[in-house]
């Protein structure tokens, strides 16, 4: 049709020797969704066959002027069929077709192989590189979709670690003399995997104290932009140096929360991040 070969199915109906020519939708082929391309009717095998006094100009056929329509006989594998002047090449049938030719007339299909539509090259989709603006989650969700989504989230884990936190004291390591007094309080949100750095206030420190660091998910240093890890409680070892935004801290202390946590889930993280938690709070008990 049109120059293309496009992929139909023809239904032939021997309760009254009707036909109807369906279309096949292909994925992306920019045609309009109309599936009948005939719709079931008898369907003469030459419609130009008609007296020459007939005047098509002015009037349509009828059953007097037809001699002959398309049987089942017609429709054989292999086998161009003109239905009303379009031309039609019959490859392949279904089974019941096939067997019920081979029963009655004693001819057995086989199928043809054809070609069906134009060749389509195969564009591998590839992911661009990270530019730094957002998360990589967000980021990505513009290379899926034309409307980009919010990435999914793991709800049964916020349901699982709502309200969870774990808290940890930290200092800077090797800091300058107007920082050595400095303490930090560090905020791990299980629920959502974030990092929040607080300064709590000291008398005449001389610095502005508060949040120090807003909740968000912070890399380790080193990896790679694309694929990178972040930092888990998995890290967070008792005398563990740990790189947040080039400045390093020092894990001094935990609350009691971290200890019960790490032992009712064992299984996935390291024992010695465990074990340093333990020496910690066993160490406040004899003091």
Not at 144 to 171: E, F, G, H, T
Not at 210 to 232: H, I
Request: glycine share 4%; with cysteine; proline share 8%.
């Amino acid at each position: 049709m049109f120059g293309m070969m496009r992929p139909y199915i023809v239904h032939y109906y021997r309760v009254d020797d009707t036909v109807e020519v369906r279309e096949q939708r292909q994925p992306n082929d920019g045609h309009d969704p109309f599936p009948v391309l005939i719709g079931r009717n008898k369907i003469p095998k030459d419609r130009r066959n008609i007296p020459s006094e007939f005047p098509m100009t002015v009037m349509e056929l009828s059953p007097s002027e037809i001699k002959e329509y398309l049987t089942e006989r017609d429709f054989t594998v292999g086998s161009t069929v003109y239905i009303l002047d379009r031309p039609f090449f019959l490859y392949d049938c279904d089974e019941f077709t096939r067997q019920f030719f081979l029963k009655k007339y004693g001819v057995e299909f086989q199928p043809v192989s054809v070609k069906i539509g134009d060749s389509k090259v195969v564009v591998e989709k590839v992911i661009p590189p990270y530019n730094g603006f957002g998360s990589i989650e967000d980021s990505k969700q513009n290379c899926v979709s034309l409307v980009p989504q919010p990435p999914r989230k793991d709800v049964l884990k916020m349901l699982q670690n709502d309200l969870k936190v774990l808290r940890y004291a930290v200092v800077l390591e090797n800091p300058s003399a107007e920082d050595k007094n400095r303490r930090f309080i560090i905020y791990y949100n299980l629920a959502r995997d974030e990092i929040q750095i607080y300064e709590p206030h000291q008398r005449n420190q001389g610095i502005v104290e508060g949040k120090f660091l807003e909740y968000s998910r912070v890399k380790k240093p080193g990896t790679s932009v694309d694929n990178p890890e972040y930092y888990t409680p998995a890290d967070f070892a008792i005398g563990a140096v740990i790189e947040i935004f080039s400045r390093r801290f020092k894990i001094v202390d935990c609350d009691l929360f971290v200890l019960k946590y790490l032992e009712a889930n064992a299984e996935d993280y390291p024992p010695e991040v465990l074990e340093s938690v333990r020496k910690l709070h066993a160490s406040k008990l004899q003091d």
